[in-house]
Every structure is written in structure tokens, then in C-alpha cells.
């Protein structure tokens, strides 16, 4: 079940300096702050030990987001673009993404809901916001924050092509393979992450953590 993204390799968070390490925000913090004193608007102090290690810090966000920018202004050179991100995980993504992107784009949001508040997809997938405009015929990217069972990409896959757009891509910045339930054909992939269930840039826990400018692992004690 686990797939690269169909035409960039995606990237493995081993290549990540601190991936496989588990430490404790507060040692990490101060070589963290050593260093990014100025540029870190979030007190990681206040995150405390709910969340137990770093999967991709700010700047390794930022560079592969920039990549996957190029990639897609490449693969949609000359040709009509609309975004659809998915709320509200994938707010930071979007704002990145297209940030640093050198065309025009069109953007549109769709809320759906697959979670409740706990950390386990329930597969029910229902529509709380809808597209404002009509997609007959467009280039749609979906943008997601993270493509866990993949239930939820595949459904709103399937919802956006019967509504006759002329191609549904999906870009997503963050992929577990080892928890698919079903396959879903992700064109672009930032990071294959472990199973464990994150927080941070967009992700959240019970709607919190979402301002993190890192995504890190949430500590199982906040949930078992
Ligand atoms: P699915 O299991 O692929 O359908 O995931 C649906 C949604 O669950 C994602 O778009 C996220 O909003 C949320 N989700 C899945 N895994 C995580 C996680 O590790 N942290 C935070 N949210 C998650
Ligand atoms: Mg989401």
C-alpha cells in the first residue's frame, strides 16, 4: 500500500536530522531556542511534554513545500489551476504552498468530517462546507494536511470527479503508509511519516495545536 508520490520521490522523514529520536521538548528547546530565539513565535515551553518529538521542524516544512511548489507550477504550466484545500488542517499548507508558487491560482475550501475528537478515522465522511463555485471541466489539486486510512481523500476523490472536473490531483504534505486502508493515488507526497499520530502546522488534537510551527508526535499520554 505504500506508494512514492506519482512523479517526485517523496521524502522519507529518516532524512530528517531528528527523526527516530525521541526526546523531551525541554531539552530540545534550549538548543532550539539557542539558535531560532527571534523566529520562533510559538513558547514550545507552553507545549510542555504533549508532544514527545519533532517529525519535520519549520525549516524543513518551509523547503519542501517550496519544492513541491516548483513541481507543481511545472506540471501545471499553461494550464487552468484550481486549488481546494481542506479545512482546516490544511490552512498552513495552503498559505505556504501557494505563497511560494509563481502563478496564478484559484482557491477554494471544503470542510468534511471523517474525526471526532479522538484519533481514529471513523471512515463516515460527511460535507459541513462545500465548494462556492462550480468545478465542471477545472484542474483541481486538492491540498491535505495529512492522508492517514485515506478515506477521506479517496471519498472527496470520487465526489469532486462526479462533479465533472476535468482532473483531480491531491497533494498532501504529510502520508503514513502503514495505516492504509485504501489506496489513494497521492501526486505529491512532502513526508511518509511513521504511524504515530502528530500535531502542529495545521494538524491538531481536539483543535488544538494547530499553530505549532513544527509537526511533531503527540505524546500518548494526552490520549490513552
Ligand atoms: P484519513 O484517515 O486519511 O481519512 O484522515 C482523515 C483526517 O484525519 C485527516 O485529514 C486529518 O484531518 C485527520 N488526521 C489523520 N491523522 C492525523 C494525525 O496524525 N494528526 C492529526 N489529524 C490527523
Ligand atoms: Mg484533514
Redesign the pocket.
Known amino acids: 500500500m505504500a506508494r512514492s508520490g506519482r512523479d517526485q520521490p517523496s521524502r522519507r522523514c529518516e532524512g530528517c536530522p531528528n527523526f527516530g529520536q525521541t526526546f523531551g521538548l525541554r531539552p530540545q528547546l534550549a538548543s532550539s531556542l539557542a539558535h531560532s530565539k527571534e523566529t520562533h513565535p510559538v513558547d514550545l515551553q507552553a507545549v510542555g511534554t504533549d508532544v514527545e518529538r519533532v517529525i519535520a521542524t519549520e525549516e524543513q516544512l518551509s523547503s519542501r513545500i517550496a519544492e513541491m511548489a516548483a513541481q507543481v507550477d511545472k506540471d501545471y504550466a499553461g494550464k487552468d489551476l484550481l486549488l481546494v484545500g481542506?479545512l482546516k488542517?490544511a490552512v498552513m499548507a495552503m498559505a505556504d504552498l501557494t505563497r511560494a508558487m509563481q502563478r496564478h491560482i484559484e482557491m477554494d475550501w471544503m470542510a468534511v468530517s471523517?474525526?471526532g475528537s479522538g484519533?481514529k478515522?471513523s471512515?463516515v465522511?460527511r460535507i459541513l462546507k462545500d465548494l462556492d463555485r462550480d468545478i465542471t471541466g477545472r484542474n483541481i489539486l486538492i491540498v491535505?494536511?495529512?492522508?492517514?486510512?485515506?478515506?477521506?481523500?479517496s471519498w472527496l476523490r470520487a465526489n469532486l470527479v462526479s462533479r465533472g472536473a476535468g482532473s483531480v490531483e491531491i497533494l498532501t504534505i504529510?502520508r503514513?503508509p502503514e495505516?492504509a486502508?485504501v489506496e489513494v493515488d497521492v501526486k505529491y507526497v512532502g513526508f511518509d511519516i511513521p504511524k504515530?499520530?502528530?500535531?502542529g502546522y495545521g494538524?491538531?488534537?481536539d483543535e488544538k495545536y494547530r499553530n505549532l510551527d513544527f509537526i511533531g508526535v503527540?505524546a500518548k499520554h494526552m490520549y490513552e
Not at 504515530?196 to 500535531?199: G, I, N
Open positions: 481542506v488542517g471523517s474525526y484519533t478515522s471512515g465522511v491535505e494536511d495529512i492522508v492517514d486510512s485515506g478515506l477521506t481523500l504529510l503514513k495505516a486502508k504515530d499520530f502528530v500535531v494538524l491538531d488534537f503527540l
